[in-house]
């Protein structure tokens, strides 16, 4: 046999094995998102949600590339037992409804009619990362129905700052990658290091992750596919409005947790956030980066579920946690 007819001979048997295997783990992937979640119609359009637990009600926005199942991760590892958590796919992502000219003032209505449609007159309400724009418009623009709101590695402001143009990179880089579900199989598959870089964490953060936080690191990753199924919402959030000033009408008691590190959500925005939104509460971290909630995932558990209680309480909600949260 020649050399290049080997050469071609290896190059399909490599080609047929990465097609069996992408095919087998993009089945898996809508599979996972398939019968787990509730369709609800509204004047927005489809809004896709999952509704657990008992307890505090608590809306759970998840960030980009996520969904409804990233907002569960989220409840899952930050609540527990204990709350009665809300989470929605936001516009774009998997079955909600993405329409040409929405905004994040849009999606914030859509929440409320959500809660509407759930009997829920207020809530706690928990963001991570790019789902801060719209749960801070939902502050600002139904501030009677958020009893507590968390900000969690969110984005709250632009910024001319030039470390901004290097984050508005990776988000364009990002976007990019979510266009085409072979590339972002490709990319978490054999490039995962590269993508938690791009995803904003500093390499000496990757390198002392336990086995523990380097485990929900990957179900952060592995929960974006299929990735195809969210790509309309993440070009959404991509080039969306920021609130900027808006969020100084917020007057919900706010938390603010950020990683001073963090290269896709800078800091500025958490300093924008503590600095404009009356007494909102700042807790940094040095390091973590954009996954500082696997970072440093007890402590932050620990502060929001103290917070979202403390004003649960002030509000005669429900707030009984079991024993074994």
């Known amino acids: 046999m020649s050399f290049v007819l080997l050469l071609l001979l290896t190059f399909f048997v490599i080609s047929a094995v990465i097609a069996i295997w992408f095919g087998a783990d993009t089945t898996r992937a809508y599979a996972r998102i398939t019968s787990n979640s509730t369709i609800l119609s509204s004047p927005l359009g489809e ?26 991760l989220i409840a ?5 037992e204990g709350f009665d958590w809300i989470a929605p796919s936001r516009f774009g992502y998997l079955r909600s409804t993405f329409r040409e000219g929405a905004t994040f003032d849009d999606q914030a209505s859509a929440y409320a009619y959500l809660l509407n449609s759930l009997g829920l007159q207020k809530v706690a309400v928990v963001a991570l990362s790019h789902g801060g724009p719209s749960a801070l418009l939902f502050a600002v623009l139904y501030p009677e129905r958020v009893s507590s ?3 969690l590695s969110c984005g709250v402001a632009s910024s001319s700052e030039a470390s901004q143009e290097k984050a508005n ?61 969210r790509y309309a919402g993440v070009a959404f959030d991509n080039r969306a409005a920021m609130p900027n000033e808006r969020v100084a009408a917020i007057r919900a008691p706010t938390l603010v947790v ?8 800078l800091f500025h925005n958490a300093e924008y956030a503590a600095d404009h939104i009356p007494g909102a509460r700042l807790v940094s971290f040095k390091r973590g980066g954009h996954l500082l909630l696997a970072a440093e995932l007890s402590t932050i558990q620990a502060e929001i ?14 707030t009984h946690v079991s024993s074994d949260a």
């Open 47 to 72: 809004i896709e949600f999952k509704r657990r637990g008992a307890g505090v009600p608590v809306l759970v926005v998840h960030g980009s590339g996520g969904g409804y199942d990233q907002g569960e």
């Open 76 to 80: 899952q590892v930050i609540l527990g």
């Open 149 to 151: 709101l968390t900000l």
């Open 169 to 229: 990179q990776k988000g364009d880089a990002l976007t990019t990658i979510f266009k085409f579900e072979m590339l972002y199989w490709l990319v978490r598959t054999f490039l995962r290091k590269q993508l938690m870089r791009l995803m904003g964490v500093d390499g000496r953060v990757i390198v002392v992750l336990t086995t523990e936080q380097r485990t929900l690191v990957n179900q952060v990753i592995d929960y974006m596919a299929p990735a195809a199924a």
């Open 258 to 265: 950020h990683a001073t590190d963090d290269s896709l959500q």
């Open 305 to 318: 579920r103290q917070f979202i209680l403390a004003h649960a309480e002030k509000l005669g909600l429900e």
